[in-house]
């Protein structure tokens, strides 16, 4: 199988990529990227891109499954509007792309709590985006919605909080089902949803989900 991926970069995106490129039933990894990131590597294809022109990219959007672990904060996008740009419009035209090339199976990181009808800003952009790549009709469409994501070396103030403050609670034995998940786990968790064939045409793994997964 073929495999293309936005967000490759990110902490949990750069997870996936080497888990995938591991993976026996894997024959090639296409990851768009702004600029070079990855060691070579006979199964990968990296191509630079411009977000802003994703369409003039559309040959390189092929293959078996298309994951988008694409995501940005709202700090280091600067304002809600550029926010808006990379974890909507970016990610909902790599959808479309890949849906007029005919892959038939879309792997979507979202978050927990995601919702059209959220008060919350970043729920309801997700909720948006949800609905959106729901309407292209993918024969198989998986969507991951973890709660906080323990990254390494994070520059993330608010998740990082998120984090400490579940850990506390769960060591009190509350929100067991929301304990900060690892990055390599959550790759783990994506890549195996994406191939279980035994799937509904839509899953969503909210994280009581992602941690049965695991525990298999």
Known sequence: ????????????????????????????????????????????????????????????????????????????????EEQWVVDYDYQLKYAALAKLNKIPNFVLLSSAQASKTSRFYYSRMKGLLEDAIQALDFKKLTIVRPGPIDRPNTDRKGEKIAVKAINFLNKLGLLKTYKPISTIDLAMVIKDAAMDKKHREIDIYNPKEIWEELDQ
Request: glycine fraction near 8%; proline fraction near 6%; aromatic fraction near 8%.
């Open 1 to 80: 199988m073929k495999a293309v991926i936005i967000g490759g970069t990110g902490a949990t995106g750069r997870e996936l990529v080497l888990q995938l490129l591991a993976d026996p039933k894997i024959s090639q990894v296409i990851v768009l990227v702004r600029r070079p990131f990855f060691s070579p590597d006979p199964k990968l294809l990296e191509v630079e891109v411009d977000f802003d022109k994703l369409e003039e990219y559309r040959p390189y959007i092929i293959g078996d499954i298309a994951f988008s672990t694409l995501g940005t904060t709202l700090a280091a996008a600067g304002s809600k």
